[in-house]
């Protein structure tokens, strides 16, 4: 492992109690009351602190480090991104979560925590310093530690050379370092998904006909491909409702039991989506929702999502996911589970994930990070050998519990704007996490019908997530492909079953939708820009 090039910081921030904070000059450990920081040079710095009885909510670190003026910088997204990644001059007001790249001339240096921190962590750049900010509270207020020693974060800083190397190769060579211990899938992922044709209007009759229409598309293809049925199975599934329970499905799925069966026989491997946060069971009782509290610290109500510091609430969503591998599920898709525990999407979040009015959890002696951890590993646990998709999750701290993460906002089957700005986007400025962190799903091809997005739109996007070694999935009404765009499609599905090509960008400094690839040492250029304003969402 490379040797963190940071060291020490110059000065250490501790806020603590009811907004009370403190400046010191670092050192190895650090006293405040009885709150104890230290601060260990390894391969990584690595971050821990100690309190008695005081509330913890924050460390900021700073290292006086010179900027070159000219550098270029790009930091990730809390969960998924949404349209927003790009390289960027200096900015000191920007906060960057979990890591950030900086280029300069030929050199690539990256800044972040590892993976699975227990705290939620972001970056600051200013010309004379780089600064480091963790929050380690538990709700608005701060973590009560009792007497443990918090693991908080390990930073690593590596600096790689541009002469030898692209930058996506170095950023690919970063992430390693920050996720040591990645899961992933056996081989590679393809698929389909009913959202983006039918958007929750779904049965078990057009759930089996997705599967004879999905194996006519992968025909020969050298890996089996997954069919996720989306969400619009469920029980209490309505137009103003997509949650649990998560025992039976509704009227249109009659036996969700025999379902994964019939799939199977279609030679397609059957995968599901839950919200597992959300679930109007009666015989869950309210103390199992994430609790409302007073200005007192009182209980006084509970919000609707399942509060995962409870050990019940997790068992009981452990046993959900149990039982749809039980059924048969060889995939699941777990999505929502940072919206339901925060109330806030990504682009929602400044600065942090924890707004000033969030209550913080049933277990105030953990952080939140440290509870969505929890949540990740038990799913992970539960699902056996299933592979799982994580869609809104927080990767950084997902990273070694799931599979694949749904990287990017979602796609469309109805507007290539959407698909450009949320697929193009997420594949280009985190495909150095692919294989790295999990295996990446930019998300779907979405046709929902032959007039909504120009096909010759659709087909680039199809080409570039076929030759980039990422998950390749699409959500086609069946039918709606003519017999020249079907053979094309099942090219495509070949391409990403062979798993044998990778791609990245060459225009990703000045371009945050990047129209030049290099896809297996060849150049190839996509225009994103081929619809027109007849297609265009001017109300988007």
Known sequence: MEKCLLGLPSEVTVAYGRNQRKCLTADAI????????????????????????????????RWHLPIAEKALFLGDAWERSYGELQWRGMAPARLMPWYFLMQEKDVLTGFGVQTQPAAFAQWRVAPNSVEL??????????????????????????RYSLQCQSPISAARQFCRLMCPRPLLPPGPVIGGNNWYY???????QSALTDCQYLRKLTEGASVPPYMVIDDGWQLRHSPCYNGGPWDAGNDRFP??????????ASGIRPGVWLRPLLNRDSRIPDEWRLPVRDDTGAIISHR???????????TWIQEDIRRLVGWGFQLIKHDFTTYDLFGRWGFEMTAWPLDGTHSGFADQSRTAAEIVLGLYRAIRQAAGNALIIGCNTIGHLAAGLIHLSRTGDDTSGCSFDR??????????????QHNTFFAMDADCVGVADSQAIPWECNRQWAELLA????????????GVLSKEQLTEMRQFYHLAANGDTTAEPLDWLNNN??????VDGHETTFNWFQDNLEHFDLFS
């Open 513 to 518: 939708l990047p129209g030049r690839w290099r």
């Open 133 to 158: 900010l963790l929050d380690v509270r538990n709700g608005r207020g701060g973590v009560r530690l009792n007497g443990r020693r918090l693991a908080v974060a390990n930073v690593v800083a590596v």
């Open 304 to 314: 609707n999502a399942l509060d995962p510091s409870r050990p019940e609430a997790l």
């Open 198 to 204: 039918a958007y929750g209007d779904i049965s078990r």
């Open 255 to 264: 036996d969700m039991a025999a379902l994964p069966l019939e799939m199977t």
């Open 30 to 61: 650090l006293t405040i009351q009885d709150i104890q920081v230290e601060l260990t040079e390894r391969d990584a710095l690595e971050i821990a602190v100690t309190t008695q009885e005081t509330p913890v909510c924050f460390l900021a670190l």
């Open 467 to 478: 030759v980039s070694g990422t998950a390749f999935f699409t959500s086609v009404r069946p």
């Open 419 to 432: 698909t450009r700005r949320m697929g193009v986007n997420t594949l280009a400025f985190r495909i150095c």
